[in-house]
C-alpha cells in the first residue's frame, strides 16, 4: 500500500498548486474588471471572492477522497 501512496503523495502539492493559482488568477482578473466600474457594486465582489473560496474548499476536498 505504501509504494502506491508515494505517487499520489508527490502528484497533488502540484495539482493543488496549480488548482489555487487557477482560483488566483480568476480572482485577480475579476477584481481587475471590478476596479474599472463604478464603487456601487462592493457587494457582488464580496460574493465572487466568497464563490471562489467554495471552489477552492471542494478542490480541497476532492483532492483528499481521491487519496
Request: net charge positive.
Amino acid at each position: 500500500m505504501q509504494r502506491n501512496c508515494h505517487p499520489t503523495y508527490l502528484l497533488f502539492p502540484s495539482a493543488t498548486i496549480s488548482y489555487v493559482l487557477l482560483i488566483v488568477g480568476k480572482t485577480q482578473t475579476v477584481e481587475k474588471k471590478k476596479k474599472k466600474k463604478k464603487k456601487k457594486k462592493k457587494k457582488k465582489k464580496i460574493q465572487r471572492r466568497v464563490h471562489h473560496d467554495h471552489v477552492e474548499i471542494n478542490a480541497a476536498r476532492g483532492a483528499l477522497v481521491i487519496a
